[in-house]
T-cell receptor, first 110, second 116 residues
Framework: QKEVEQNSGPLSVPEGAIASLNCTYSDRVSQSFFWYRQYSGKSPELIMSIYSNGDKEDGRFTAQLNKASQYVSLLIRDSQPSDSATYLC??????????FGTGTRLKVLA | DTGVSQDPRHKITKRGQNVTFRCDPISEHNRLYWYRQTLGQGPEFLTY????????KSRLLSDRFSAERPKGSFSTLEIQRTEQGDSAMYLC??????????????FGPGTRLTVL
């Protein structure tokens, strides 16, 4: 079992819709969770961090964490074509260890 | 401070040559990481520094790879006797162990290595 799992996609949504991206992780002691956006050929860009169970909202983005289910998700409201990218889920366990999923490719159709 | 910087952005080398990459982290960040990313994969951990101390090195990393952070500021990653399998994007990231954004890791633009 991979430590951090994401559906590779592509996930296609129409412009203006809500995109829902999901991530599961295997290490129960994981403490911090992050979502990164990565455009093709570019480096990952941090868009959300979440540390506690529940929802965290930042503009059009909402991160949701459920530690009991070992599940973290990212919702993007009012999706725009510029949101088309690969979204990486990262899980932080311990002092140094960050484990990344392989990413979900999102396509927002104009 | 404009973020993490890396140099060079692109490197093409022949198999068997040595290459060195540089990373300058966000100035107040004491933690620095090197990752490698290939197409369709997430970043793969290579090594980690807290200040000038290298505290962890991936078991996947061969002896051809070495990294330093001599004064706890910039870091270098050297690959000796490069192989075609070393072709990848090499990413540097930094984070702080304190403050409101602790553990948030910020990436540099990466160095794309091509080994011919």
């Amino acid at each position: 079992q991979k430590e951090v799992e994401q559906n590779s996609g592509p996930l296609s949504v129409p412009e203006g819709a809500i995109a829902s991206l999901n991530c599961t992780y295997s290490d129960r002691v994981s403490q911090s969770f992050f979502w990164y956006r990565q455009y093709s050929g570019k480096s990952p860009e941090l868009i959300m961090s979440i540390y506690s169970n529940g929802d965290k909202e930042d503009g059009r983005f909402t991160a949701q964490l459920n530690k009991a289910s070992q599940y973290v998700s990212l919702l993007i409201r009012d999706s725009q074509p510029s949101d088309s990218a690969t979204y990486l889920c990262a899980v932080h366990s311990g002092t140094y260890k960050y484990i990344f999923g392989t990413g979900t490719r999102l396509k927002v159709l104009a | 401070d404009t973020g993490v910087s890396q140099d060079p952005r692109h490197k093409i080398t022949k198999r068997g040559q040595n290459v060195t990459f540089r990373c300058d982290p966000i100035s107040e960040h004491n933690r620095l990481y090197w990752y490698r990313q290939t197409l369709g994969q997430g970043p793969e951990f290579l090594t980690y520094f807290q200040n000038e101390a290298q505290l962890e090195k991936s078991r996947l990393l061969s002896d051809r790879f070495s990294a330093e952070r001599p004064k706890g500021s910039f870091s270098t990653l050297e690959i000796q006797r490069t192989e075609q399998g070393d072709s990848a994007m090499y990413l540097c990231a930094s984070s702080s162990s304190s403050g409101n954004s602790y553990n948030e890791q910020f990436f540099g633009p990466g160095t794309r290595l091509t080994v011919l």
